[in-house]
């Protein structure tokens, strides 16, 4: 396999990834079953919030993501993710960095990679490539860092971010997927992030400055965030939109589920490459 391939798919792998931690901020989605939006006779700000409060109770959550990163362009996705314990399972593709559809697994530390029949045209028969999510982006393993911060990153975190914004306000009611929803937007700028980071225990701080670092890094300065609010107080649909130093960030998730069991389990060892051990191999 040439080296040219490796690179393409960690790339494809790092801007799903990124789309996740971007976007994924939405928290989990509500039940079809609501009678009601939320938020009806609540005040803009005190609704999202109060949706925001209940990403601590989520443990797992499906959803769909489709949109646009920077410097990775269009993607698109299904993926479960399980909080406790850490573990995902996406399909993915990212067309402006290649045809291939693939899918990615993160289980027990470590990252996979898969392209079925096709890959295995190109890893000698086998189908999926492995690296340290601890590892990505340092020596040998030169992936985007989105990878490696993914791996221990909640995104329902970031759900809270747009309780920091000034200028909220409720767009009114839609149906998404079948469900009534409140639809809320509003902006928030990096200065008003960072104060929000500075807010809380010692744990959100650190949840809240690790996300917030995700749009440092691709040099957005301010996002329009909309949020659709169920009958029951879930994050339905997410969406983020900024301006970044290598184009522009429009990702929108929609939580299909939440709280019930996600299992993803490592792909049959006799059908992975440890990139790991063959960036080893090669420099010896």
């Known amino acids: 396999m040439s080296i040219s391939v490796r690179m393409g798919r960690k790339r494809t792998a790092g801007a799903a990834l990124a789309a996740v931690l971007l976007a994924g901020g939405a928290v989990s989605c509500g039940s079809e079953k609501a009678d009601k939006a939320a938020g009806e006779d609540m005040a803009p700000a005190a609704a999202v919030k109060k949706a925001a409060d209940k990403t601590e109770d989520l443990t797992s959550f499906t959803f769909r993501m489709k949109g646009t990163v920077p410097g990775d362009g269009r993607v698109q996705a299904d993926a479960a993710m399980s909080t406790k314990p850490l573990a995902m399972s996406m399909k993915m593709s990212a067309p402006d960095q290649g045809p291939e559809k693939m899918e990615l697994r993160y289980v027990d530390g470590a990252v996979y990679l898969g392209g079925g029949k096709d890959a295995a045209k190109e890893l000698d028969g086998k189908s999926w490539i492995k690296f340290d999510a601890k590892t990505l982006g ?123 069991p996600v299992k993803v389990d490592a792909p049959p060892k006799a059908q992975v490459m440890d990139l790991a051990k063959e960036m080893k191999d090669m420099q010896g």
């Open 138 to 260: 340092k020596g040998g393993q030169s992936a985007p860092t989105s990878v490696s911060s993914q791996a221990d990153n909640n995104p329902a975190d970031q759900s809270t971010l747009l309780t920091g914004s000034k200028d909220l306000k409720k767009v009114g009611s839609e149906t998404v997927g079948g469900v009534e929803t409140t639809h809320y937007t509003g902006t928030v700028t990096m200065d008003q992030m960072r104060k929000l980071a500075d807010e809380g225990d010692a744990a959100t701080k650190k949840r809240h400055k690790k996300s917030i670092k995700q749009y440092e890094d691709m040099g957005v300065d301010k996002l329009t965030m909309d949020m659709w609010v169920d009958g029951e107080d879930h994050t339905k649909q997410f969406r983020a939109r900024g301006k970044g130093d290598k184009g522009r960030l429009d990702m929108t998730i929609t939580f299909l589920d939440y709280n019930k």
